[in-house]
């Protein structure tokens, strides 16, 4: 599905593809929503293992696929335990870590942890993707051997050569808009928070925030008890984050941490004024 990691694993992809590699990809769960556009680069999307359970995903893993790649290279927990309980000794196994929170996040953190450890085992090597992803995974002893990690910034196509950052024309309703998950180190809450004291001291303020996750009924709630639906509005996903980036007079990002932050990158390249939260690990 769109998101930040698998924007970048687009962008992976195509440019192996110029290095003359051969690529397939295997989706576990999701929508698909991809699938077109990693086929119009012509890299092959396998669904043998989409939605299946996680037993017979590793038998079929050690059965059918064991021969037929030089490396593989893991995407997200599920993935990386999949290939860490499949592949053999001899093979090479590439982890990228997207994300600087708790590998299992409904787990206490010693079990997470440990389930990290096991999950990269046998990596060759462990991406980060930012120096504060690294820290975390050193600090909360996630990876079995930190000597294997390393710092491999996203790869980003700047869209517009020449953006500046825009003079807000409307001087009456700001429009304030947010790329995220709904999930809870997002902190929409606090987002939701300033857009209604903003309109408790008069000055209107709408807000779009674009994105899915576990926390959307939670967040409709909470924004329909705080009489801000006429403020607020959830837009879902969106395939082209770039005309709704360069609508808005300030892109705001409330995370408690991020690992890299791509929708930062994304508002900066359409020249839109940004404001994030002081909490914010990205370096």
Not at 3 to 27: M, N, Y
Not at 108 to 132: C, D, E, G, H
Not at 170 to 189: F, Q
Not at 242 to 266: I, T
């Amino acid at each position: 599905d769109w998101g930040g990691a698998e924007k970048q694993l687009f962008t992976v992809c195509r440019e192996q593809k110029k290095l003359g590699h051969s690529i397939t990809i295997f989706p576990l769960k999701g929508n698909l929503e991809l699938a077109a556009k990693f086929n119009s680069i012509e890299v092959n999307v396998d669904l043998v293992f989409f939605q299946e359970n996680f037993i017979k995903q590793v038998l079929y893993f050690k059965r059918k696929l064991i021969e037929d790649f030089d490396i593989y290279h893991a995407h997200l927990p599920q993935a990386e335990i999949l290939t860490t309980f499949g592949i053999q000794k001899n093979h090479l196994l590439v982890i990228t870590r997207h994300f600087a929170g708790k590998f299992a996040p409904k787990l206490p953190k010693f079990l997470s942890s440990f389930l990290s450890r096991i999950a990269t085992y046998r990596a060759s090597k462990v991406i980060a993707i930012s120096n504060a992803v690294r820290e975390v995974l050193i600090l909360n002893k996630e990876v079995l051997h930190p000597e294997k990690i390393e710092v491999v910034y996203y790869g980003y196509d700047r869209k517009y050569k020449n953006s500046k950052v825009r003079v807000r024309k409307n001087k009456k309703n700001l429009l304030v808009g947010t790329i995220a998950r709904l999930s809870p180190e997002k902190d929409l809450t606090t987002l939701i928070s300033a857009i209604s004291n903003l309109k408790n001291e008069n000055y209107f303020c709408s807000l779009k925030i674009v994105g899915d996750g576990p926390l959307k009924s939670q967040l409709f709630k909470i924004v329909h008890s705080s009489n801000l639906e006429n403020n607020i509005e959830f837009l879902g996903k969106i395939a082209d984050p770039y005309p709704f980036l360069k609508s808005l007079d300030v892109f705001v990002l409330a995370s408690k941490f991020e690992g890299f932050g791509l929708s930062l990158l994304e508002a900066m390249d359409s020249g839109t004024k940004i404001v994030v939260s002081k909490n914010l690990l990205i370096t």
